[in-house]
């Protein structure tokens, strides 16, 4: 069966990076976007951006470009969101998942909380 | 890219029916026949419940049904029960090629 597994919780100070880890098991990893997802506390979703695990190519939300890198490691199946200049509104729970079509967002991880603080 | 708009809260009884609007543009939901809808309950990862405007996935009732007229589009919850309590989020692909949210509806089964 599908299964997204995301590494665990991080705390970490404003100005810093974080880099969450996404991986893959039942299924082709490079046969699906990746997708990133956040949701702060007590707030929306909001959706940050997409890997193709098969070139590599991504495409970011407007509000990230410039502090989101997307990549991914087909040898074993994991893709990665690094978010960079880290403010403290940029803590929440982030997910990785992934469609069934062509735009849905069927699968997703159990989420990863990060938490920016001083 | 604005987030799509959702009406804050919904309700109804039980047994009832209640419908979810989501309003874009033609830059998005007029665009595209690719609007999804989520369930999400609290502390939990949010589920598809629709996607590609009104496909239901294997293991969604068919209690939940969705369409869309120009830059608006639907879902609608007949039968409400006790378990359809939750917040619902619309997604669309929009014409740059990212993805854009509702700002989500908090549905109460009175």
């Known amino acids: 069966q599908v299964q997204l597994v995301q590494s665990g919780a991080e705390v970490t100070k404003p100005g810093a990076s974080v880099k969450v880890s996404c991986k893959a098991s039942?299924?082709?990893?490079?046969?699906?976007?990746i997708h990133w997802v956040r949701q702060a506390p007590g707030q929306g979703l909001e959706w940050m951006g997409r890997i193709n695990p098969h070139i590599g190519d991504t495409k970011y939300a407007q509000k990230f470009q410039g502090r989101v890198i997307m990549t991914r490691d087909t040898s074993i199946s994991t893709v990665y969101m690094e978010l960079s200049r880290l403010r403290f509104d940029d803590t929440a729970v982030y997910y990785c998942?992934?469609?069934?079509?062509?735009?849905?967002?069927?699968?997703w991880g159990q989420g990863t909380l990060v938490t920016v603080s001083s | 890219q604005s987030a799509l708009t959702q009406p804050a809260s919904v309700s109804g009884s039980p047994g009832q029916s209640i419908t979810i609007s989501c309003t874009g543009t033609s830059n998005d939901i007029g665009g595209y026949k690719s609007v999804s809808w989520y369930q999400q309950h609290p502390g939990k990862a949010p589920k598809l419940m629709i996607f590609d405007v009104s496909d239901r996935p294997s293991g969604v009732s068919d209690r939940f049904s969705a369409s869309k007229s120009g830059n608006t589009a639907s879902l609608t919850i007949s039968g409400l029960q006790a378990g359809d309590e939750a917040d619902y989020y619309c997604n669309s692909h929009t014409n740059n090629g990212t993805h854009v949210f509702g700002t989500g509806t908090k549905v109460t089964v009175l």
């Open positions: 039942g299924y082709t990893f490079t046969g699906f976007y």
């Open positions: 998942a992934r469609p069934i079509g062509d735009y849905d967002l069927h699968y």
